[in-house]
């Protein structure tokens, strides 16, 4: 079972399209896919309940200590979505179980500076000072073509301790397609297909730190 965690201390950073397109990408790869939603909020468990009958099913469950001893034995991907503002006695529940750690960055100041601090959190967690536990970062929300967005990306590059393991642009439809319970991978047309390019630099990284 590989256990992707997918934490911020940003709220509005991303965390739920992250964790909602990887559910996707896997479930349309036949792999069994669920997600433990510890956020207050619980978007990615709507977003699970909203999920049409003819896409691949994705479970959702809500977080906490036992929340891996009530998936099914079948599950071969998990999602972990974690609430803003967490610290290491937040992530403790899923710490032990996680296989990589993705922190989406938003490409502003305000965002890197917070996301800088909370790089440090994550350094002094053990298995990621032990190098046991890989950490990426996700540019997110990204205008390519803007002065601001490249800037953003060499600064966050520059200063953080973790790679940037992927740039996925802006576009509404992440938006559109979440408030259907679907994602860019319940897709095989060509006006996705750069969406969904975005994320291969992910998808091999995450396969590797496995």
Sequence with gaps: MLTTLVASS???C???TLVTQLATHWAQTGKHTAIIDADRQHSSLRWAQRRPENAPAVVALEGGRKAFERLGDDVQRVIVDTPAGVDEKDLEPYL???DVILVPVLPSHFDLDATLDFLTVLKGIGRVRRGKLPVGLVGNRLKPWTNASQAALAELAERAPFPVVAELRDSQAYV??????KGI???HSENVRGHQDDWTKL???IKRSR
């Design 14 to 16: 991303g965390k739920t």
């Design 185 to 187: 991978f319940d897709y």
């Design 10 to 12: 940003k709220g509005g």
């Design 203 to 205: 998808l091999r990284w």
């Design 96 to 98: 032990e179980r996680a």
């Design 176 to 181: 559109l397609l979440t408030a259907l319970g």
